[in-house]
């Protein structure tokens, strides 16, 4: 078929649309195009032909396109945006701007009539230095900025529009808001650790954000700032610390950096290098004056050796071979001591420098049991170094010091099933606990009346503990008392505490919080343990969304056929409006923790209803943080209970919105997300088109060869294996009931995933494609089970989009433009 081309000036279609209510209906005035200039400041040459142009000019840009100012002075003259069609006085270089706006994927040339060697930026980014340049434009919301050395004498100034095809239009709205894109929720500056000193006075910061220009390099920065006013007291950006810790009365910082343990003097910001040469070094620990920290060796392989006789099933993991000991170095004299000396590594959990020892943890090959896996929790004793085996054990996550104990994390079963609330029920031991160990070795279960999954806890100066969980799809912190035995809820105000610190040595600990929410960016906060009052650090809305709508979120939770509650959200779409219908997006895990409610990460929900999608993100049966019956039934279902929930949730929520077309419902899941994917095409036809990323097809093969297969699988298929339970591993593997499937599949994996092996993919891909089945398969190369680098991840959000918009709008351009291979085979 052939497509009419569409032809016209941006100037005449500003005004025909504010005529004939186009583009939507919105009134669009003829002097929408805004000009800055001419600068009349005179310069040694044109503002391209500068030897620094690229630069001169992206620093130019950066200041147009971050700037919500009407005006802007330039040396001593004041220059402020116009109406394009205004008469130009002067001579010098000039700027243009535009917002642009589509409903869909959008291809088409830009032509730059009238201005000398002009330079076209799109959101801040250069497009090209040209008076055409094509473009391709997701769903969102657009600024055009044209920087140019000056007028032509002989041609006047307009933009022309080149559309691909009719359905090629660009819209003008000027609003001053705009929806949210993915170069926003994956660039924009976020807090990715904190440390705060004991007595509460400093807080060590990193930062990371992107540039469009460093492509996949971040740009991270690691700042130490005085809390009471937030000022930056000092500030790294190459060699950065890592493994940071404060000194107990708060006046050194200890750290990581350029292959040296490097010690920061607080009163005088002077920094004492205390070890060089120390490679591989991390989780430094003060013990008094002395620091404690392990040190790899990492394995030397035979660079000529032909062939690998594997040791043990981890000796699949690429690390497995190298071997972490404790060392201690005494910053006076600079002599560094080995503490342990094994064949197996030690990992160095605490120390408690009153008396004078230390708890380390091994892991010693031993599959005699699920999950196949062993811990030896050892006490060291640093005086003669001799070490005493606490226990061993199947489950267990973590341990600290007390004053006549010690707390220990760990599932359910840990201690012969000390921590099951309920003999009668299946238990997963991914479902952490809390326990206490007292003195003469006896241990008692803490949070058995509990229902959140206990994460990381750090201890407080009065033995209490502070423990962030998993509740539901929440992640809030929670203080145990430990004289009432209580837990109590910290009033942090935001859905996900992402990153936290406490100064511990305070009465009135202060806490400080990056956190987000579903629909909020990240902040920064300072507040004390015992109060809700905070003190804002960082806003990113502020610094980065301030000019950025949102669609509402809703919850949808659902009481399932067997009495139980499954929560759900629904994300609207940006502008929604109730009487349109809307094609849908149905996201969930299925496996062993539930999908939290951050504002962004890999899986961008807030992106997908700026594209017009309502996304209903739900949360079936068998995660954690809803009580041990509601995990437990992840354990040797495969698949069971939550395919179910699924299909009834997204029953009833089709039932309870009308304005989802229940014809246009696709869905989608990651890892154990894209085994359910897979799985429901083999149960269900309501979806009508299915993404799978990383999915699980095979659960034998996954079992035997994915780096953690065998190791998961012996907390979720617990005492089944391939020849005692075949039901469950053919019956509930998608792969051998790929007849069945009837909806158009997406397969996405990388091809350097070690987690779920990329053959999981091919496996399915296979079956299809000799049923005669829709399937499409797209590898990432080089991309391990999730995929971060940034052009990748924009790359794979816009596969994933593109297939959707595909098969739920009807709209093929996104898809052919990615993979044009697939239009001619058409």
Known sequence: MKYAMKTFSLLSLSLSMAISGFANGAAIDAQYIQRLGPVSQISGTPLSKSEQADPLRANLIARLSHSNQDSLQVFDQKLSWQAASTDVAGEGWLAYQLPISTQRYTQGTLTVNGLENPQVYLNGTLVKSAAKVDLSLANGDYQVLVLADGLQTDVPFSLDWQGTSDV????????????????????????????????????????????????????????????????????????????????????????????????????????????????????????????????????????????????????????????????????????????????????????????????????????????????????????????????????????????????????????????????????????????????????????????????????????????????????????????????????????????????????????????????????????????????????????????????????????????????????????????????????YYGGTSPVGRHFTGRWPFNLWAAQGYVVYVLQPSGATGYGQAFSGRHVNAWGKFSADDIIECTKAFLAAHPFVDAKRVGNMGASYGGFMTMYLATQTDIFAASMSHAGISNLSSYWGHGWWGYGYSGVASRGSFPWNNPELYVQQSPLYHADKITTPLLLIHGNADTNVPVGESHYMYTALKLLGKEVELVEFNGQDHHINSREARFDWWNTTMAWFDLKLKGEPQWWNSLYPETKAAQ
Not at 178 to 183: F, G, M, P
Not at 267 to 292: H, M, R
Not at 416 to 429: H, L, P, W, Y
Not at 524 to 552: E, H, P, V
């Open 168 to 587: 090629d239009q660009l819209q003008f709205v000027k609003q001053k808001t705009h929806r949210v894109s993915a170069e926003q929720l994956f660039d924009s500056k976020t807090i990715n650790s904190l440390a705060v000193s004991p007595d509460g006075k400093y807080l060590l910061q990193s930062t990371i954000e992107y540039l469009a220009s460093q492509g996949d390099k971040p740009r991270q920065v690691t700042e130490l700032r005085s809390l009471p006013d937030n000022r930056v007291i000092y500030r790294w950006q190459e060699n950065r610390p890592s493994s940071a810790v404060w000194s107990r009365d708060s006046q050194q910082l200890a750290f990581v950096a350029n292959e040296q343990i490097q010690v920061l003097n607080i009163a005088d910001l002077t920094i004492k290098v205390a070890a060089t040469t120390v490679e591989n070094v991390s989780g430094l620990q003060w013990y008094n004056d002395s620091l404690l920290f392990n040190w790899q060796k990492p394995y030397k392989a035979d660079d000529k050796a032909s062939s690998k006789r594997f040791r043990a099933l981890e000796d699949r993991w690429s690390y497995w071979r190298n071997i972490s000991q404790i060392y201690q170095l005494d910053l006076a004299s600079g002599f560094i001591r080995q503490l342990t000396n094994n064949k197996i590594s030690s990992a160095l959990l605490d120390s408690d420098a009153k008396a004078g020892r230390l708890l380390l943890t091994r892991s010693p090959v031993d599959y005699t049991e699920p999950a196949h896996s062993l811990t030896q929790l050892v006490e060291l004793t640093l005086s003669d170094l001799n070490e005493t085996l606490i226990g061993e054990y199947r489950s267990f996550s973590g341990a600290l010091y007390a004053d006549d104990g010690m707390y220990i994390t760990a599932g359910p079963r840990f201690m012969g099933g000390k921590g099951i609330q309920d003999s009668d029920i299946e238990v997963n031991d991914y479902d952490g606990q809390l326990y206490w160990r007292d003195s003469n070795g006896d241990i008692s279960a803490l949070s058995k009346a509990f229902d959140p999954a206990i994460g990381a806890m750090t201890k407080l100066d009065n033995d209490d503990l502070l423990l962030s969980v998993t509740e539901g799809d929440y992640k809030p912190l929670y203080v145990y008392d430990k004289s009432k035995r209580r837990f109590s809820k910290v009033s942090a105000g935001v859905d996900m505490v992402d990153y936290y610190s406490v100064a511990i040595e305070q009465s009135k600990p202060t806490l400080v919080i990056a956190g987000t929410s579903a629909t909020t960016p990240q902040k920064a906060f300072t507040m004390s343990l015992n109060a809700s009052r905070k003190k804002i650090l960082f806003d990113s809305q502020k610094q980065s969304y301030a000019n950025t709508r949102f669609g509402d979120i809703q919850d949808f939770d659902f009481e399932n056929k067997q009495g139980q509650t499954i929560d759900g959200r629904v994300y609207l779409p940006v502008d929604f409006d109730a009487n349109k219908k809307y094609p849908a997006l149905v996201y």
